[in-house]
């Protein structure tokens, strides 16, 4: 007998139940992105910059004297919750999250009302949607680009295909294929040579299709975004359907990002705020 077939025998499962059932999803003591309490920030009033001045991405501005956070370009290093004296930004275990409006990655930390479709703008949306949904079934295939990534994203991708997380279960798979993808998923700020690769592999994926930003670099140029050689991020490029940052987001925020965008688990922020 194999010894890998003996090791599984004698171990059983190693699959995680979540997220169709609960248990764990593997991120248990990780760090995640910082939150926001704006309230307990004196800004420009009280002579304070500190948390914008030390962001590397560029990530945190202030506006009215109040410090906002874009968590399109958050790479979630923490250096804010250690400069900030006020205690605005604190740590927190909130892995990166999925949005399908890229205006709900941007925090003021202030309690604000969010602006959803209504009537027959929100009963037509919701309907196009339904139907996108419904044409895939229960499955979807993903076809990935590196657009100039740094293989952190690539490296969480890979851990997808474990058997802990074993994303085949979901019927979700990766195709090389463009002919075949239901999804293009873009990891990278996307440099000047892969702008047109990019482009390409898009242009060659079959109606309906949709679009996911990978990871802080793709949702907002990361720290090296910018420049004559390199994007932003996939602003103002191809149309996106979500939008999930990290540096790099782990396997488990990977996959609530996927079955956000196919509606089998409800975004957990709005205007970004964490609902929990």
């Known amino acids: 007998m194999p010894v890998w077939t003996w090791f599984g025998l004698r ?7 979540w997220p169709q059932r609960p248990g764990p999803d593997g991120q248990d003591g990780v760090l995640g992105l910082p939150r926001l309490d704006a309230t307990r920030c004196l800004g420009a009033a009280g ?17 009215y004297g109040r410090p906002r956070l874009d968590y399109a370009r958050c790479v979630g290093c923490q250096i804010c919750t250690e400069v900030c004296p006020h205690g605005a930004f604190g740590v927190s275990g909130d892995w990166a999250f999925g949005v399908r409006d890229k205006a709900d990655l941007l925090a003021d930390g202030l309690a604000s009302e969010t602006v959803t479709p209504t009537g027959s703008e929100a009963t037509a949306a919701d309907a196009e949607l339904a139907a996108r949904i419904a044409s895939f079934g229960r499955s979807l295939h993903i076809r990935h680009v590196d657009a100039g990534s740094c293989n952190g994203c690539e490296s969480e991708l890979q851990a997808l295909l474990n058997p802990f997380y074993n994303l085949h279960r979901l019927g979700i798979f990766f195709t090389p294929s463009p002919r075949f993808a239901d999804l293009l998923l873009i990891t ?15 242009e060659a994926m079959p109606q309906p299709r949709w679009v996911m930003a990978l990871g802080t670099c793709a949702t907002g140029g990361g720290t090296n975004g910018g420049g004559y050689a390199c994007h932003r991020g996939l602003d103002g490029l191809i149309p996106v359907d979500l939008w999930l940052p990290g540096c790099p ?5 990977i996959i609530e990002g996927l079955l956000v965008l196919l509606r089998r688990r409800p975004q957990r922020v709005q205007g970004g705020r964490h609902a929990g």
């Open 11 to 17: 171990e059983g499962r190693g699959t995680t139940p």
């Open 188 to 202: 990278g700020p996307v440099t000047e040579a892969m702008r047109e690769p990019l482009l390409r592999t898009w």
């Open 249 to 253: 987001p782990n396997p488990a925020a």
């Open 47 to 63: 002579g304070c910059a500190d948390c914008a001045s030390a962001c590397p991405a560029e990530a945190i501005t202030l506006a």
